[in-house]
């Protein structure tokens, strides 16, 4: 771990090196622009200044970026529609919901492949196929559709979410509830356990370690699925309206901010998870 | 109501008949015929639904008007077809690929790099990428040019990932036998580490494949010329032409499929010898 941070520091240090140095190569264009309509003469240092600091910019600064993600964070109120911690709440509460939802449902489909021969063979081939199907594309339409029947706000969201977050655990969930081997079976047939004691005992413990890493590839997914879901309902509230709304009105900084946002905010919960994972499967003795 | 009890009746049906051919010994035969059963059932159901309690084709069409509305307008299924896979997706993904898996034997080559460019990559992976989209529309204008950027952002670190991984699944036991053979760098790498690293190579390829057609689409809705699948589907959305959106996901679902098969097929006969392909 230790011999590692080194070398990322290293790349991230790097990343922010290109960073600076793409923002002056893409916006000297319109500095050039600007200036010679005011008749100014840029020297190397007042190019530089100007591309990291111009009001709409091709690319902005990290700098630009931090302090637009400080100013709508902790600058303002959490309830003005202003403040990015009020857009993440509101998708964070869609990723959380269709999070629950899908493993919720995933688990089930797991349960049901694992102990029912003709689900397995009949279900099983169209859930992989589900996933070819590219979802995120009929968003707009599930969301104008429940619109429509009367369901509105979170749910539709969240309904997609929870399409992109069963996948991964119903995969690994039927992995895991099938991962006792023949011998551990048997010992439990010759203590005469009840299937709902196998179950409970055996398979459900045992697919603990594949639950959690299928869970933080569902979170992942989860989040992806709310932020693109907001994007039809017509730029109201969310990180993916935001995205929609700076597209729009040529807000670069502000597209920036929502997706830093967007990225602490799927990095957090994919540690919770690793975090609720270690703690779990100490306390199982099988970490 | 006779829509109801057929359709009830369908899935009875459907389900008996699967019953009955699952507890026959597991053949070819059986294995692909239960799923086919299984996804007509659906369908005949959908159909039998939407007649029985006439629900509005402005909510959900039935599959035989998907099916007329898709004859009907192959011209333009075509054209988008045209616009968003293969201008959009395959090129981002020819891209995306090879950029990775050229950076990925750069990477391999310096330790230093590939302890500081694992982690990154892994957390760059996880991220949301797509939310890049906006922002690519705006740098590379509106055409398929900005759609393939996307794409190559999106398919670029889950292919970095897998081939650094695959290119360091060789063991050390097989990396020293290349030795006493006095093989040099290249020898070693394309006759030793290169088709160990493929399984894992078909892997990223896979996951980048079904990424690519998500992303191309996606990035329509953020500005696009008046073709294109992803623009299609969002305006037909607007004017209520649910039909036409249902034959574009039906589409999409034939070419993600069949994209991702076409890689899968490939895998089956260069990773012949790996496990994971016996028995089959």
């Known amino acids: 771990m230790r011999q590692s941070v080194v070398p990322v520091l290293t790349v991230v240090c790097g990343i922010f090196l290109v960073w600076y140095v793409a923002a002056i190569w893409l916006n000297a264009p319109w500095a050039y622009d600007k200036a010679t309509r005011t008749g100014d003469v840029l020297t190397t240092q007042t190019l530089i ?95 104008v559709v429940l619109n429509a029947v009367g369901i509105s706000g979170l749910l539709p969201k969240a309904m997609i979410s929870m399409y992109l977050s069963f996948f991964p655990v119903v995969v690994g969930m039927v992995k895991g509830l099938r991962s006792p081997d023949a011998m551990q079976l048997d010992q439990m047939r010759t203590w005469n356990a009840s299937p709902s004691q196998m179950f409970w005992r055996l398979r459900l413990p045992s697919s603990m370690p594949y639950l959690f890493t299928s869970l933080k590839i569902a979170m992942a997914a989860s989040l992806v699925g709310a932020i693109v879901g907001e994007l039809p309902t017509g730029a109201v509230a969310g990180l993916g309206a935001r995205l929609l709304a700076g597209s729009y009105y040529g807000q670069t900084i502000q597209i920036w901010s929502a997706l830093i946002m967007a990225a602490v905010l799927a990095a957090a919960l994919v540690a919770l998870i690793g975090l609720a994972q270690r703690v779990t499967l100490k306390r199982m003795g099988m970490a | ?66 099916a007329a509305r898709f004859a009907a307008s192959t011209g333009i299924l075509w054209e988008d077809f045209v616009q968003t896979v293969i201008k959009g997706a395959l090129s981002g993904y020819v891209l995306g690929c090879g950029a990775a898996f050229l950076i990925a034997i750069l990477v391999d080559r310096f330790d230093f790099l590939r302890r500081g460019l694992l982690p990154v990559g892994n957390f760059v992976a996880a991220l949301p990428v797509i939310g890049m989209a906006p922002i690519l529309v705006m740098w590379f204008g509106f055409d398929w ?56 190579i078909f892997n990223g390829l896979k996951i980048a494949s079904t990424l690519a057609l998500i992303g191309a689409i996606v990035a329509e809705f953020f500005g696009s010329p008046i073709r294109g699948m992803g623009f299609r589907i969002s305006t037909s959305v607007g004017q209520l032409a649910l039909d036409l959106v249902w034959a574009e996901i039906v589409v999409a679902a034939v070419v993600g499929s069949a994209f991702y098969g076409l890689v899968a097929l490939i895998e089956r006969t260069v990773t012949f010898w790996h496990p994971s392909q016996r028995n089959q």
């Open chain 1, 49 to 143: 200044a100007d591309t990291w600091s111009q009001e709409k910019p091709k690319l902005p600064a990290p700098h630009q970026v931090g302090a637009e993600i400080w100013e709508t964070t902790v600058e303002k109120k959490i309830t003005s529609k202003r403040s990015l911690i009020y857009h993440s709440w509101v998708t964070l509460s869609a990723t959380l919901l269709g999070f629950g939802l899908g493993t919720g449902l995933g688990i089930a489909l797991a349960v049901g492949i694992v102990y029912n021969r003709t689900m397995d063979m009949s279900v099983m081939p169209w859930v992989i196929a589900s996933q070819t199907i590219p979802i995120l594309a009929i968003a707009p339409m599930i969301i």
């Open chain 2, 1 to 66: 109501m006779i829509w109801l009890v057929f359709a009830f009746g369908i899935w009875a049906l459907g389900w008996w008949v699967n019953t009955r051919l699952a507890a026959l010994p597991r053949t070819r035969a059986t294995g692909l015929a239960i799923p086919v059963i299984f996804g007509l059932t659906l369908i005949a159901i959908w159909e039998g639904v939407v007649r029985g309690l006439e629900i509005s084709p402005v909510l959900l069409p039935a599959p035989s008007m998907i």
């Open chain 2, 145 to 200: 040019q900005s759609k393939a950027a996307v794409v190559v952002v999106m398919v670029f670190f889950p292919m970095l990932v897998n081939t650094v991984q695959g290119l360091s699944d060789s063991s050390a036991m097989q990396r020293d036998l290349m030795r006493t053979y006095a093989a040099g760098y290249w020898a070693t790498l394309l006759k030793l580490r290169l088709p160990a690293a493929m399984p894992f």
